[in-house]
Nanobody, 117 residues
Framework: QVQLVESGGGLVQPGGSLRLSCAASGTIFQFDVMGWYRQAPGKERELVAHVIKGGTTNYADSVKGRFTISRDSAKNTNTVYLQMNSLKPEDTAVYYC?????????WGQGTQVTVSS
């Protein structure tokens, strides 16, 4: 059974930084795309950033220049990171890791990020 486990969330003051990590288990196949989504209370889940196997990245306009997504460079690993800098209160949400390949679309259980003074 494929599982994605996130870590690194927490409470941070505005302007601070956090680094989220996500590691997958239960599969020997590399995901073609890995990404981070977030869902704030009362809002729909939205894409934050994703990275394609070849290294191409894509970011939501609201996080460009502040967040950086990266994948573990080791071959055949399914680990992805999200470095979040200059955090704002509007970044507060549950952040979900996602991995996708021809075999399926997989989600982690989420990690809470709260930006507040």
């Amino acid at each position: 059974q494929v599982q994605l486990v996130e870590s690194g969330g927490g409470l941070v003051q505005p302007g601070g930084s956090l680094r989220l990590s996500c590691a997958a288990s239960g599969t020997i196949f590399q995901f073609d795309v890995m990404g981070w989504y977030r869902q704030a209370p009362g809002k729909e889940r939205e894409l934050v950033a994703h990275v394609i196997k070849g290294g191409t990245t894509n970011y939501a306009d609201s996080v460009k220049g502040r967040f950086t997504i990266s994948r573990d460079s080791a071959k055949n690993t399914n680990t992805v990171y999200l470095q979040m800098n200059s955090l704002k209160p509007e970044d507060t949400a549950v952040y979900y890791c996602n991995g996708m390949n021809i075999r399926g679309n997989y989600w982690g259980q989420g990690t809470q990020v709260t930006v507040s003074s």
